[in-house]
């Protein structure tokens, strides 16, 4: 259900076009002509003893909590932002050459899709690692750009399209139009936030330690942003805090929301706040056409139907939201020269950023 938020898309070439959705949670590999051709989980999973990386992607997920003292499973990617520089580059290297294989003197053109607030400093970092990851040129467009193309929204007329992109690390809130953002919030919360305040909550009601894995498990089986539509449970296994002893407890799909709440509002306000600086002429446009949901969190079950009922507005998911991003940048890469303004480009060659 995560989504992404450092999103890469690489073209290799005029007729072998890949874009890789680099994001928080996961990664995917978008090849022109073939659709997504990989999906994983961006963690790599490193010896500690000798800083060597040992596996990457869903081989190093399984490793999540259950690794021996040496080895380390990690996300180089924390809140849309690389966390480790050397570890994200080598890990866009690992996935560039899975698809593409062994090519010595292959330098492909890079698209990065970045969290609208991110700093100068933030998107500098992504830049470069991707260009030292091996690309010839790079260039970043804005995550909500992406997911609205990725959406199938036309924007480029003079009309507003409002995207609500709820990735793994960040969401971000835009309003839409003549090919540009016109306003827009990044918030740093997503999928990760429901985890940890669903490990939080199992520590503090229960008394009972669980993992990532177990939260994620937690939020797809029985998690609601809208407890009066959904009754499910869940019995949830974990280690007591006061025995130590493994043990089990029963959780509700009400109690999810009740740890999750305080993040899922805090993108309902988002919303809120982004509707309040749109322009009137704008703003009727979004009343017709309706809120588009991307990225893994617009799977949480009554998350649309929440954002309505505070709003007014309709809501809409995307048809497929796990992959518009990536969809999107591919999309932006046959557009390059009408996105022009929106987008930001680094040169291997002058190694230095153009806007």
Same mark, same amino acid.
């Given at each position: 259900?995560?989504?992404?938020?450092?999103?890469?898309?690489?073209?290799?070439?005029?007729?072998?076009?890949?874009?890789?959705?680099?994001?928080?949670?996961?990664?995917?590999?978008?090849?022109?002509?073939?659709?997504?051709?990989l999906?994983?989980?961006?963690?790599?999973?490193?010896?500690n003893?000798?800083?060597?990386?040992?596996?990457?992607?869903?081989?190093?997920?399984?490793?999540?909590?259950?690794t021996?003292?040496?080895?380390?499973?990690?996300?180089?990617?924390?809140d849309?932002?690389?966390?480790?520089?050397?570890?994200?580059?080598?890990?866009?290297?690992?996935?560039?050459?899975?698809?593409?294989?062994q090519?010595r003197?292959?330098?492909?053109?890079?698209?990065?899709?970045?969290?609208?607030?991110?700093?100068?400093?933030?998107?500098?970092?992504?830049?470069?690692?991707?260009t030292?990851?091996?690309?010839?040129?790079?260039?970043?467009?804005?995550?909500?750009?992406?997911?609205?193309l990725?959406?199938?929204?036309?924007?480029?007329?003079?009309?507003?399209?409002?995207?609500?992109?709820?990735?793994?690390g960040?969401?971000?809130?835009?309003?839409?139009?003549?090919?540009?953002?016109?306003v827009?919030?990044?918030?740093r919360?997503?999928g990760?936030?429901?985890?940890?305040?669903?490990?939080r909550?199992?520590?503090?009601?229960?008394? *009972? /330690? $669980?993992? #990532?894995? &177990?939260?994620?498990?937690?939020? %797809?089986?029985?998690?609601?942003?809208?407890?009066?539509?959904?009754?499910?449970?869940?019995?949830?296994r974990?280690?007591?805090?006061?025995?130590?002893l493994?043990?089990t407890?029963?959780?509700?799909?009400?109690?999810?929301?009740?740890?999750?709440?305080?993040?899922?509002?805090?993108?309902?306000?988002?919303?809120?706040?982004?509707?309040?600086?749109?322009?009137?002429?704008?703003?009727?446009?979004?009343?017709?056409?309706?809120?588009?949901?991307?990225?893994?969190?617009?799977?949480?079950?009554?998350?649309? *139907? /929440? $954002?309505? #009922?505070? &709003?007014?507005?309709?809501?809409? %998911?995307?048809?497929?939201?796990?992959?518009?991003?990536?969809?999107?940048?591919?999309?932006?890469?046959?557009?390059?020269?009408?996105?022009?303004?929106?987008?930001?480009?680094?040169?291997r060659?002058r190694?230095?950023?153009?806007n």
């Amino acid at each position: 259900m995560k989504g992404f938020e450092g999103r890469v898309v690489v073209m290799l070439g005029m007729n072998n076009d890949i874009g890789i959705d680099l994001g928080t949670a996961n990664i995917m590999v978008y090849v022109k002509g073939k659709g997504i051709v990989l999906n994983e989980p961006s963690v790599v999973a490193i010896d500690n003893n000798t800083k060597k990386i040992l596996t990457v992607g869903e081989e190093a997920r399984k490793m999540l909590g259950r690794t021996p003292g040496n080895i380390v499973a990690i996300r180089p990617m924390k809140d849309g932002v690389i966390a480790d520089y050397e570890i994200t580059e080598s890990m866009l290297k690992y996935f560039i050459r899975k698809v593409y294989g062994q090519k010595r003197f292959f330098r492909p053109r890079v698209m990065i899709c970045i969290p609208a607030g991110i700093t100068e400093v933030e998107k500098r970092a992504v830049l470069d690692a991707a260009t030292q990851a091996g690309a010839r040129k790079t260039y970043v467009i804005e995550e909500p750009l992406a997911a609205a193309l990725g959406a199938g929204l036309n924007i480029a007329e003079a009309s507003g399209n409002m995207v609500v992109d709820i990735g793994g690390g960040t969401t971000d809130v835009a309003v839409l139009s003549l090919g540009g953002i016109v306003v827009s919030e990044s918030l740093r919360v997503g999928g990760d936030k429901f985890d940890e305040s669903l490990i939080r909550y199992m520590r503090r009601v229960h008394n *009972l /330690l $669980i993992g #990532e894995r &177990t939260a994620e498990e937690i939020k %797809i089986n029985v998690g609601t942003a809208y407890p009066s539509q959904r009754s499910s449970f869940m019995d949830v296994r974990g280690r007591d805090l006061v025995s130590g002893l493994p043990k089990t407890v029963r959780i509700s799909s009400a109690e999810s929301y009740d740890a999750m709440e305080e993040s899922i509002f805090t993108i309902v306000n988002g919303v809120k706040t982004v509707l309040e600086k749109t322009p009137p002429e704008l703003a009727a446009d979004i009343i017709d056409k309706g809120i588009v949901l991307t990225g893994g969190g617009a799977l949480l079950h009554g998350f649309d *139907l /929440l $954002i309505q #009922e505070v &709003t007014g507005i309709p809501v809409h %998911i995307a048809d497929d939201p796990l992959s518009c991003v990536a969809l999107g940048t591919g999309k932006a890469l046959d557009s390059i020269e009408d996105l022009q303004g929106s987008l930001m480009t680094l040169n291997r060659s002058r190694g230095k950023a153009i806007n």
